[in-house]
């Protein structure tokens, strides 16, 4: 198992920006699929974007597509999400997550939580209005 720690979280004026981060601390494996999912209070949890890391593809959910980034550091074993105009409604614990082996259809395709098998301990994400 690979210990995944997010960072970068933080309080934010709406239209303001975060740059999360999800480090390694361990690498044992080449992840397939990497993604960034979040859980508000009493709403179930959201993929909001993945990553195939060996071509770079990505997928965002439709709330976020246009505002959110994820990106990739292969030699720093990091994962990233740039949020930009944040919302009120962007409120929520953020995690990173990832799994291997997996093709970009089941990246692209597999938007559940328990498809994810590596998970960090999350970052809080607070945006007021």
């Known amino acids: 198992q690979v210990q995944l720690v997010e960072s970068g979280g933080g309080s934010v004026q709406a239209g303001g920006s975060l740059r999360l981060s999800c480090a390694a601390s361990?690498?044992?494996?080449?992840?397939?699929?990497m993604g960034w999912f979040r859980q508000a209070p009493g709403k179930e949890r959201e993929r909001v974007a993945a990553?195939?890391?060996?071509?770079?593809?990505?997928v965002y959910a439709d709330s976020v597509k246009g505002r959110f980034t994820i990106s990739q550091d292969n030699a720093k074993i990091t994962l990233y999400l740039q949020m930009n105009s944040l919302k009120p409604e962007d409120t929520a614990m953020y995690y990173c997550?990832?799994?291997?082996?997996?093709?970009?259809?089941?990246?692209?395709?597999?938007?559940?939580?328990?498809?994810?098998?590596?998970w960090g301990q999350g970052t809080q994400v607070t945006v007021s209005s």
């Open positions: 361990r690498y044992t494996y080449r992840y397939a699929c």
């Open positions: 990553i195939y890391t060996v071509g770079g593809s990505t």
């Open positions: 997550a990832a799994r291997s082996p997996a093709s970009w259809y089941n990246c692209y395709s597999d938007s559940f939580a328990g498809a994810y098998h590596d």
